[in-house]
């Protein structure tokens, strides 16, 4: 279950109904997939083969086409992140740049873990969001942020878009970030 901590105060934000109540005040959506449908094998794979991530979206098409048909995606793919990839330090220093997208952001978490840092409202500031398994959730478009791995440098994510250039990254430079 994903768990919320506001960068300004420390102040951490814990249990289903808090985490929903808050997130929905800052217009990012957060909803939840049963991790018990995908076999323990696929979670704890970070070097996935096609053959396995087509798997993973076998397992999850309802959820898949759920979103899809109430918030237009029409695209969606696995991707991992771990040890194992190729040039990953490289990849996770481009990724903790603050940016923005003209479409919205969506992941569905289903192996490791992964951070969010999002721009809340003026009284907020930047939070971050820490995903699990099962949790998942979208950036609102236009809203500055970007995503890391946690210590355990793992995770398996479903993306979805809209359109194949609409999350093309847009650097933010925001003196306001900490
Ligand atoms: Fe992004």
Same mark, same amino acid.
């Given at each position: 279950? *994903? !768990?919320?901590? #506001? ?17 929905? $005040?800052? !217009? ?8 018990? $449908? ?11 083969? /096609?053959?396995?991530? $087509?798997?993973?979206?076998? #397992?999850? /098409? *309802? %959820? ?9 995606? $029409? ?7 771990? %040890? ?5 330090? !490289?990849?996770?220093?481009?990724? !903790? ?6 479409? =919205? ?9 992964? #951070? ?34 946690? =210590?355990?440098?793992?995770? #398996? ?22």
């Amino acid at each position: 279950m *994903a !768990e919320i901590v #506001i960068r300004n105060t420390n102040e951490r934000i814990t249990g289903v109904d808090n985490v929903r109540d808050f997130l929905n $005040k800052q !217009e990012v959506i957060y909803e939840h997939w049963n991790i018990e $449908k995908l076999p323990e094998d696929l979670q704890t794979n970070f070097a996935l083969t /096609d053959e396995e991530k $087509k798997r993973i979206l076998g #397992i999850y /098409d *309802a %959820e898949i086409r759920d979103l899809a048909s109430r918030r237009g995606y $029409k695209i969606w793919d696995v991707i991992t992140l771990s %040890e194992s990839t190729p040039n990953l330090e !490289e990849l996770l220093n481009k990724f !903790e740049e603050v940016h923005t997208h003209s479409e =919205d952001e969506i992941r569905a978490i289903v192996g490791g873990k992964g #951070i969010f840092i999002i721009k809340g409202a003026d009284d907020v500031g930047y939070f971050n969001v820490e995903l699990e398994p099962g949790d998942v959730i979208s950036v609102p478009e236009n809203t500055p942020h970007f995503f890391t791995l946690m =210590d355990n440098r793992q995770i #398996i994510a479903v993306r979805l878009f809209v359109e194949e250039n609409g999350w093309v990254a847009h650097p933010v430079a925001d003196p306001g970030f900490q």
